[in-house]
Every structure is written in C-alpha cells, then in structure tokens.
C-alpha cells in the first residue's frame, strides 16, 4: 500500500466514523457568514436566468445524536441581495420585489428533523419571505465536519424550489421573471 493511499484512508476514518452526527452529539453551532450563502435562480422573460446573492446570513444549528433533535435557524438580510448590477438590484430591493424596508429580513425555522440516510436530512419548517410564511420540507445533505484551524466545523446545503407568488411577490408577471425560484443555502457552522 503506498504512503499516499494510508494517508488518504487516515484522514477519511473520522468521517467515515459515525454518519450525520460523528463527534456532533448534542452540539450547537453559529452560521459563519464568511463561509456560508444564500443564492436565487430566477427565470428572466423565459430566455435565461438571473442569479443573485444574499451575503449577510446569520443563524446557528443545534446537531444532536438523534437527528430528531436537530434544529436550523436561518436569517437573511434581505436590503444585501446583489446581482451585481445596481440598477437591478434597487429594482428587485423594492417594493416590486423583496420591499426590503418593509420585510427586512428572510428568514428559516425548523420545525421536524427526519434523517433519510447518512448524509441526507428532511427538514420542514416555517420559511419567511416578503412578510409571508408558508411550511415548506425541505431535503439538507451534509457536506462535510471536522476540525479547521482552530475550531470545529460542520457543513450542510439545500437546494429546493417555491414560487414567488405564494409569498406575495406577484407585481410583476410571471412572462417577465418567472414564478418558480431556485434557492440554494449552503452554510457552514462553527461549533460553540
């Protein structure tokens, strides 16, 4: 067996150790905003897609041995989403779209906690957008844990679909921005 192999199943023996909760049991993390986000894909005049980005994300997780117990707050501001093009970005900050000043913040409760297998999490909860909560269950893999620097890390990421009309956003038609919108929210926490 050469050196690199050994060194590669070494390091791959702490996650390989227990699943969705190896080394996590009863452990409550903080969302690192450096290292998480919170992304939209949404439909423009049926020809492409627009992305934009919510970089301030804040929230913790509280990971327990029994997935049952898990818990996942999430919230955004929403006045920080960028498409990096201003124009748009007022547009959408405005009361056509998000009304940031009205609905400052976007926002993700967990409610239940189903471990589907080792890596994978059903987890419904309460989703805020535009001053509208809809039940949503949603799937969350883990991507990864472990040690960086000098803390302990746990990684998890969603990608799911709503439609921006059950959240009130319905100004402008569906033949100019679509109404189904892709989220993706990937974070990363820190353990406490």
Do not use: C, W
């Amino acid at each position: 067996m050469s050196l690199s192999t050994t060194i590669a199943r070494l390091l791959a023996l702490p996650l390989l150790a227990g699943g969705l909760s190896s080394g996590l049991s009863a452990s409550e993390f903080v969302v690192d905003q450096d290292h998480s986000a919170a992304i939209f894909e949404a439909g423009h005049f049926g020809v492409s897609h627009v992305y934009g980005r919510f970089p301030e994300i804040a929230g913790s997780l509280k990971i327990e041995s029994d997935a049952a117990k898990d818990a996942f707050e999430i919230t955004v501001t929403a006045a920080t989403l960028t498409t990096h093009q201003e124009k748009r970005d007022q547009h959408l900050k405005g009361p056509d779209f998000f009304d940031v000043k009205q609905f400052p913040t976007l926002s993700f409760r967990s409610t239940a906690v189903t471990a589907i297998d080792d890596k994978t999490l059903e987890v419904s909860g309460n989703l805020t957008i535009h001053g509208v909560t809809k039940a949503v269950s949603v799937k969350v893999v883990k991507v990864g844990e472990g040690k960086v620097m000098d803390s302990y890390r746990v990684g998890y990421e969603t990608k799911f679909e709503i439609k921006r009309s059950d959240f009130g956003i319905t100004t402008v038609p569906n033949a100019v921005v679509g109404d189904e919108v892709t989220i993706i929210v990937a974070v990363e926490g820190i353990k406490k």
